[in-house]
């Protein structure tokens, strides 16, 4: 059969998507910037993402800089990632469209002194910048990107069934604080135990991040999260209580000196049934004053100029406390 | 004549800060192989970055505390930004160790 004739039978979308890709580029579901108490959280399943056009498209929109670094990363599955990790931040920054249409190929990136990525721009190309904040976490089986308005972000994700390879309870004497080895000690089971320590480290990963520093420039040792209905001199207590589920996540300093640190808000999730999330985003303190009224989070699956996905409920599940 | 003085000591120490440095980041790519379980047909030099192969900060931190264990010293945190390769790892390891040792 003449291929044109073929391809005429074939619905829009697939059409579009063979193609002519430079079209579909405009297929970039434009969104609404969340509000200054939400966070949206866009991730890619890498698994998901096979055709190797769409890879070979994806790779135009990224910067000489960031191909050279794909380049030096070994392996074609690793490689795969650095590339669906870029293409999501481009093409989720560019849905905001704060400005106009933009092209996500154009977006200008920096990283900070400890090499947080942040956004840059031109006020005399584009006009004023967008108010928005991003971060990215990947592992090997899922990449995502949180967005927010006004508001410091750091997100971290880890695979639910990650193994630890050090003793866990030796890795927090060594990396956590007091507060938080007691708690892990006071843990029986060891499968309920290495589940506390990722979600742990998820939530300070996170909180380093938001700050913009990482690991090396704020150690672990040097601040404490547990839930706010956790005593500080804590009991062994049952963690399948589901009646802590809005038990609030807080940070405080190992010195004592909590009061910096309310301005810090915490959500724990498991995300795609597959992994923890933890996000730790910066409030003003204007929203709910001191009553702890839990963040709201939109989650969406998305294949970058494919589909995008929403399932209220099932894909993001917030996990009240730790 | 400062070489006859002490012979045994200087050569042996010579000797032994050769050996020490190829030893080094052999056991440092062991523990790395075996955090990241990389497959054996898997490439690893002493310029090899971490992150290159796949490591995250858990595994980097997983990777300090192996270094830790193994050669009997302490990282401090502000440190484990500066080891992002195998050699990176293996230089300070020596550096540690040798001021153990002073």
């Known amino acids: 059969m003449n291929p044109l004739l073929r391809s005429a039978m074939i619905p829009m979308n697939t059409l579009c998507f063979q193609r002519n890709f430079a079209a579909c580029s405009r297929a970039l579901v434009p969104v609404q910037l969340p509000s200054r108490s939400e966070t949206h959280l ?22 000489p800089c960031e191909k050279e670094y794909i380049s030096c990363v070994r392996g074609e599955r690793l490689k ?18 704060t400005n106009g249409q933009v092209d996500p190929s154009s977006l200008k990136f920096r990283k900070n002194i400890h090499g947080k990525p942040e956004l840059e721009w031109d006020e005399n190309d584009h006009g004023s910048p967008p108010p928005i904040h991003f971060n990215i976490s990947h592992t090997a089986s899922l990449i995502a990107c949180g967005v927010t308005v006004n508001s410091p972000i750091g997100i971290d994700l880890e695979e639910k069934d990650r193994k630890i390879k ?8 060594r990396y956590f604080t007091a507060h938080e080895v007691e708690m892990l000690s006071s843990i029986p ?6 589940q506390h320590f990722i979600k742990l480290w998820t939530l300070k990963e996170a909180y380093v ?6 690991f090396s420039a704020l150690p672990f040792s040097t601040f404490t999260i547990r839930s706010r209905n956790s005593s500080r001199n804590c009991q062994s207590r049952d963690l399948s209580d589901s009646s802590s589920s809005d038990a609030e996540i807080v940070v405080e300093s190992v010195d004592g000196s909590s009061s910096l640190m309310n301005s810090w808000q915490f959500t724990l999730l498991e995300l795609a049934g597959t992994h923890f999330a933890a996000i730790c985003v910066e409030s003003d303190g204007s929203i709910g004053g001191r009553v702890f009224t839990p963040r709201k989070v939109t989650a969406r699956k998305t294949i970058p100029f494919v589909e995008d996905e929403f399932h209220p409920g099932t894909d993001a599940v917030v996990l009240g406390g730790l | 004549m400062a070489r006859n003085r002490f012979p045994a000591l200087r050569t042996s120490r010579f000797r032994v800060s050769c050996a020490a440095k190829l030893e080094t980041v052999n056991k440092v790519c062991e523990i790395v192989r075996k955090q990241l379980a990389l497959p054996p047909e898997t490439d690893l030099t002493p310029e090899s970055k971490f992150s290159s192969l796949g490591a995250d900060s858990l595994d980097t931190v997983e990777i300090v505390m192996g270094l830790e264990e193994e ?3 302490s990282v401090e945190e502000e440190s484990s930004q500066n080891i992002t390769t195998v050699q990176e790892a293996a230089d300070l390891i020596e550096k540690l160790v040798q001021k153990k040792e002073a």
């Open chain 2, 71 to 73: 050669f009997g010293i």
């Open chain 1, 209 to 214: 991040k938001a700050l913009g520093k990482g």
């Open chain 1, 80 to 97: 795969k990632t650095a590339l669906l990790a870029r293409v999501l931040v481009r093409t989720t920054i560019a849905r905001y469209q």
């Open chain 1, 189 to 194: 089971d060891p499968e309920t135990q290495r």
């Open chain 1, 166 to 173: 050090n003793n866990i309870v030796s890795f927090a004497r």
């Open chain 1, 42 to 63: 866009w991730y890619v399943v890498p698994d998901e993402v096979k055709s190797a056009s769409l890879l070979g498209q994806y790779s135009k929109i990224l910067s």
